[in-house]
DNA sequence: TTGTACGCGTTATCAT
DNA sequence: ATGATAACGCGTACAA
């Protein structure tokens, strides 16, 4: 165990133990028609030589790597660090091992990232990345890579999707506040580059709005805990109140702790609705009503469904996660 | 782009192109020696063909995957993602791609992923996981992987580690706490199976109060926010406050809403540390008092190790990153 | 039950 | 400047 070992192959084994490689073969792999005896024999010299089969040479002689690929703009994120890791539950779970593939929000790294997965063999991916759009999907669809897309309605031959639904609940909070005589005007904080998910709400509350013949105000927000509660902390101070839907907890964490800060009661003066909730909802004071999704449910679910992609088994190429929503202390019950 | 095609080799290319496999390969990899409207020839037909060299092949010709495996027990804490956030960063501008092996906190799982990491022939590996011991990393170093070892203190010809000093900090906060009239008794919450962070925080902690010669407890909590929140919501209101010390900010912010939910003044009543500081502990409220290490900075700073170890150009094979003491509204100012 | 020989898609060393 | 050809480490028909 001291000194470092050059690669012990398959071959030294079968000449260690007086066999073909092809008997070795078949004993790591567990095929049978091989003498309980000689078997015993290679398997001790596997022990004795230390020998661990190359999944590199294995996986070009049978052009499986058990690799599933994982497409985000990154880790840093609680709800992707949770999807993240109900994917690597099951991936594991499976016999699977997860390559990351992390794009930093910006559509050219993307690309380069879709030309990395390509050469890298993986056997499948996933992908939840909002710098790719359905032509990129496709292309490296079309290298043969079966593959789920998580936010981003896409199916074909080898494509299938996981989708979030925050919409249906978002309307109906919105509809059901101004019919049981919410009086706050609602402002939707929108972030510049804030991806699809948002994007869909933020159309979803200008339509409802529209449709409803309320007034309402968009206000650009940087997606930072710090800058946000800054910006806000005068502006809220001057408005005196409001409703304000924020992408994820700490945008709302920001609101509301400018908002206490600067005097004002959370959720007499001031309400606050996280879009994407994630633990630390419970967690802050208020806690923050939120539309919850189960992300790591989402990873589970996703990987599973491309195993059955893998397996042709995958019935079903659309799924859908319908968000909940969670009332907590920065809205004001009705 | 409609149809799944064939993989595409570098023979076909060649063949297409009407020079040998040879010339296509020195296209490739930009070795000279190729005349200008040959290379242009075999460019147009790899664009043509939409050839991608396969990874694997190259990865067994050369025997260097650009693969960095990393050892972790999961994605889902925040720190932990920071650090992941960090070692890709700088993987990807070096030009390689993480794979993640997850142990889920099992010693048994952890060996498992010491023989994929072997297997799946990484060119070196970053490892943030307490089950590992030095034994076990000294295996995996055996079979010529370069490693970084994070919060362990493990060198040797192809090990290098990244240390955390959290004990410092905390031995001269308890010092200075009762040096400045620190009134209230020191609880430190023990965590099973909290790693050995927290073991040397432990045990700095215990020293420190048994040479000081002052009265401490050591309490046992669950790692989870909700968890704790309800067993000390009693324990609290019986002991009418203290000095809690804890592992993570959500944790530590368990304790902090348990006080204030019964009715206990922070920091006047109940002084809450938590050790491992995030981002959270700036915006739950009141704000927590923590050590901080930056470990999207540990992350690049791992990489950056392990890239000159495969340089064979590392020097200096420790780093140890000092914690730094943010006070905030969970602790008394003094 | 076991061995031989070929293929997987590259790189690299020779020749030419 | 270009082309054969041998590795790289393994799986697998096919033969024995």
């Known amino acids: 165990m001291k000194n470092i070992k050059e690669r012990v192959t398959i071959y030294q084994v079968a000449k260690a133990s007086g066999v073909s490689l092809a008997t070795v073969s078949r004993v790591i792999n567990n095929k049978g028609n091989v003498k309980p005896d000689t078997k015993a024999r290679v398997e001790e010299t596997i022990r004795r030589l230390g020998y661990k089969p190359s999944g590199l040479a294995q996986a070009l002689a049978t052009n499986k790597t058990t690799n599933i690929g994982v497409i985000i703009p990154s880790a840093n994120y609680v709800y992707i660090a949770n999807m993240l890791n109900g994917i690597s539950e ?3 779970e499976k016999g699977f091992v997860l390559t990351l593939f992390t794009t930093s929000h910006s559509h050219e ?27 990129d999907i496709m292309k490296i669809n079309s290298y043969s890579v079966p593959t789920i897309v998580v936010n981003n309605k896409i199916v074909g031959e080898q494509v299938g999707c996981v989708l979030f639904s925050y919409k249906d609940q978002l309307v109906k909070l919105i509809e059901e506040y101004y019919a049981n005589g ?19 709400c933020e159309k979803a509350f200008v339509d409802t ?10 206000l650009n927000c940087d997606d930072s805990y710090t800058r946000t509660y800054h910006d806000f902390k005068d502006v809220i101070e001057k408005e005196g109140g409001g409703y304000f839907i924020c992408y994820r907890d700490s945008i709302a964490a ?8 600067s005097g004002l009661k959370v959720p007499e003066q001031v309400e606050v609705l ?8 419970n967690i802050v004071r208020p806690t923050l009503t939120s539309l919850q999704i189960d992300m790591a449910e989402v990873g589970r679910r996703s990987m599973y469904m491309l195993i059955d992609l893998l397996n042709h088994d995958l019935i079903e190429k659309s799924y859908r996660f319908e968000a909940t929503l969670v009332e907590r202390d920065s809205t004001k019950p009705r």
């Open 90 to 92: 099951v991936a594991k």
């Open 109 to 135: 790294e993307a690309l380069t990232m879709i030309e990395r997965v390509i050469t890298t063999h993986v056997d499948g991916a996933i992908i939840f990345d909002d710098e790719l759009d359905a032509e």
């Open 182 to 200: 919410g009086e706050k005007e609602m402002t939707f904080l929108h972030v510049h580059d804030g991806g699809r998910l948002l994007q869909h």
């Open 209 to 218: 709005h529209e449709s409803l013949g309320r007034p309402y105000h968009i």
């Open 254 to 261: 920001a609101i509301e702790n400018a908002a206490t800060d």
């Open 274 to 281: 996280s879009l994407v909730g994630t633990k630390y909802a």
